[in-house]
């Protein structure tokens, strides 16, 4: 049943576009201008991503199986597929109304924005409380075998890798150009960048944990834990608040001493070096809270990321942050402290990449942004990943962090609880139960 966990996966991203939507509409309501690129970004993704891609295999592999398996199934089918089939005229009416617009005030536009944010929630509602349990249900092994396969091709030109990383783009463009309220606010739309799409097989380890243990005064907050992150896996370490999980990430870097156990990196034991010297090893942090200096520029916080590389290769790879986020090249020389909550985590994450990691520790990134950022900073994540970055995620979004994982600890009161791939512990029951709400 992959394609369902794919199908509710792209609903939620959907739910976020609509959310984001309903915002934008709000402050453009009170008066606020909003830039019409970003308008245009939306209905690019959603003509490209809902009409042309994840309708189109609803509606070719999963809906013909469920009418053959189930009769009561054609009454909601029939109107699904009706709303698939006017998708592309309703967002062309909307594309329409956002060009007068421009001219004679926006009054119609956004009450058309409206009831189409409300019939998009209205149709994944459908499709997740009546078409998925139904599926669920009735259809057969021999059924899912080939829906799962069309939905997990990924030589497949709707729904394969390259396409995912067109959509990837898209989503970027959106969250770059949305209002600072929701988005990065930013005037153009940045690039992922997608140096190497190649798949990057795991290599061997290049950070073994063992039996590692730290302390706050007399309070043990790590208690023997042993883990292992390959050459090129993204691992993500889940667990509630208070788990331990910041306390292992800063042990990792130096910051908090520990009080037994080994850490091995890249073949060398480094339990007894500084932080400083960690990180010129090549283990690169963005810590939790984001954690930027307030008072120093954009560029001087970039800057202090690379203090451990040449010098001539600073610039460069400053271009590339400013690249894939254009917003704080707008912003470059302000003090760090005036950035939204959403461009402070940008720029955190592009103060590590900075110093050229090995290994890339990322600490709660998605804490307190809004929808659309949350989505962001996961498709930059996984665009990372595709470049064969090795990276160590924590999240207590533990959905979020264990679907795009290759391998995943579970991290309970300083102690692993559960270890196995990501997709495996998303379908554990004591997992869903205590960290997916489901």
Request: charged letters at 25%; a negative charge; hydrophobic letters at 40%.
């Amino acid at each position: 049943m992959e394609a369902l966990r794919i199908i509710s996966e792209e609903h939620r991203n959907l739910w976020r576009i609509a959310s984001t939507l309903d915002s934008v509409a709000e402050e453009m309501a009170a008066g606020q201008p909003v830039e019409p690129a970003f308008f245009s970004a939306i209905f690019d993704y959603i003509e490209e991503f809902m009409d042309g891609c994840h309708h189109a295999k609803e509606d070719e592999y999963l809906f013909p199986c469920l009418r053959q398996r189930s009769a009561e199934a054609a009454a909601v089918l029939d109107r699904l597929q009706a709303e698939h089939r006017n998708g592309p005229e309703i967002l062309k009416a909307l594309r329409t109304q956002l060009a007068a617009a421009a001219g004679s005030g926006n009054e119609a536009f956004l009450a058309a924005l409206r009831t189409y944010t409300q019939s998009l929630r209205n149709h994944i509602r459908t499709e997740e409380k009546d078409c998925i349990p139904l599926a669920r249900e009735v259809l057969l092994p021999e059924d899912w075998r080939d829906i799962d396969r069309a939905f997990l091709d990924n030589n497949d030109p709707l729904f394969g890798e390259s396409a995912r990383a067109e959509y990837r783009e898209l989503f970027h463009r959106i969250a770059n150009l949305a209002p600072e309220s929701v988005g990065l606010g930013a005037h153009s739309t940045g690039e992922l960048q997608q140096r190497n799409t190649a798949a990057f097989s795991h290599g061997e380890a290049l950070l073994s944990v063992s039996g590692l243990e730290s302390c706050y005064g007399r309070i043990k907050a790590l208690k023997g834990l042993s883990l292992e992150v390959r050459q090129g896996e993204l691992v993500a370490l889940v667990g509630a608040n208070g788990a331990g999980k910041t306390t292992f990430l800063r042990t990792l870097s130096g910051i908090q001493p520990m009080s037994a156990g080994s850490i091995q990196f890249a073949g060398e034991d480094i339990s007894a070096l500084r932080s400083d010297l960690r990180m010129r090893r090549g283990i690169c942090q963005s810590p939790e809270g984001r954690q930027v200096f307030g008072p120093l520029s954009i560029e001087d916080n970039l800057r202090l990321g690379a203090y451990s590389q040449p010098k001539h290769q600073v610039e460069g790879d400053m271009e590339k942050i400013f690249a894939m986020f254009p917003i704080l090249k707008e912003k470059r020389a302000l003090p760090a402290g005036t950035l939204s909550g959403g461009q402070q985590q940008m720029l955190a994450i592009g103060r590590a990449l900075m110093g050229r990691p090995k290994m890339l520790l990322l600490d709660e990134p998605s804490m307190g942004l809004a929808p659309l950022l949350v989505e962001e900073v996961f498709n930059v994540i996984k665009m990372l990943k595709a470049q064969g970055m090795t990276i160590l995620l924590v999240e207590q979004n533990a959905f979020a962090a264990l679907a795009i994982a290759d391998r995943g600890y579970v991290l309970e009161t300083g102690s692993i609880t559960l270890t196995g791939t990501g997709q495996a512990l998303i379908s554990n029951e004591q997992v869903r139960a205590a960290y997916l709400g489901m």
